[in-house]
């Protein structure tokens, strides 16, 4: 049986990615998605073979000059008896110091048209498992590490109200840079850390999924890139996670019934 390989934000370190994904072939991995937050320079992703090895848009992708390895904005993905619906796209909360097309691209996110489209087609297709850039409004008092990200984007609203018409079986997410597994009502999300990556078997079992390891801090020297949280302390992290919490629950809502766990 063959494996799918899911890895969280590459954020440019595009050839430690594709060393990893070479490397994969040893142990099953036959095809494998990137969740978004690629990069911006391509070219070393020419040495896997599109038909095989995908990734999702991000808010951290040049949407100028995608590859033939980048998704649609949104469907289904399928691998033997393994079908994935996608939806791309997440909010820069920093997209003030970027400069447009260049470190940023004003098509981040989906068109209102195009976010209407995708979840009519969600709703129609009703998929077990589905990988996004980011996560559904209500997963934020959770899953933020960045005071900034407080907000909620209009992916998140669209995300949220994909979940709230049908809850998959499981829920593959990255932009949030940490390991996390949240339980809520009939759907397991998973985020992914930066570099982080699972193995799901393609035979289509939704109980089987091989846990890797493998995290950024794996690909470079400690120091060259550090997530918010890392580069502002984790205490001072949590002061200002702590005294935001109840303006992000006004914001982002635990939807009833949907507990946590």
């Known amino acids: 049986m063959s494996k799918l390989r899911v890895t969280g934000d590459v954020h440019g370190h595009i050839r430690k990615y594709v060393e990893n994904i070479k490397a994969a072939a040893a142990d099953g991995v036959t095809h494998s998605i990137q969740i978004g937050d690629m990069g911006f320079d391509y070219a070393p992703l020419m040495d896997l073979d599109p038909a095989f090895h995908k990734f999702v848009g991000g808010n951290h992708d040049n949407y100028d000059n995608l590859p033939p390895h980048c998704l649609k904005e949104f469907g289904t993905?399928?691998?033997?008896?393994?079908?994935?619906?996608?939806?791309?796209?997440?909010?820069?909360?920093d997209k003030h110091y970027r400069v447009p097309g260049i470190s940023w691209w004003a098509a981040e996110?989906?068109?209102?048209?195009?976010?209407?489209?995708?979840?009519?087609?969600?709703?129609?297709?009703?998929?077990?498992?589905?990988i996004t850039h980011d996560c559904p409004k209500y997963l934020l008092p959770r899953v933020i590490t960045n005071h900034w990200k407080l907000q909620p984007s209009n992916t998140n609203e669209l995300l949220n109200e994909c979940w709230l018409a049908h809850e998959p079986k499981r829920w593959y997410f990255g932009h949030h840079h940490q390991d996390l597994i949240i339980k809520s009502g009939n759907t397991r999300f998973r985020c992914l850390a930066e570099a982080s990556h699972i193995d799901l078997n393609t035979g289509g079992q939704d109980d089987e999924e091989c846990i890797c390891g493998g995290r950024m801090n794996d690909w470079h020297s400690h120091g060259e890139y550090l997530t918010w949280a890392d580069r502002r302390g984790r205490g001072h992290m949590e002061e200002i996670y702590s005294g935001t919490m109840d303006r992000v629950k006004k914001m982002c809502p635990v939807i009833d019934g949907g507990?946590?766990?």
């Open 77 to 93: 993905y399928k691998v033997d008896e393994l079908t994935i619906f996608y939806i791309r796209g997440a909010y820069s909360v």
């Open 109 to 130: 996110e989906l068109s209102l048209i195009a976010m209407n489209d995708a979840l009519a087609a969600y709703k129609e297709a009703k998929p077990d498992v589905v």
């Open 259 to 261: 507990n946590f766990s």
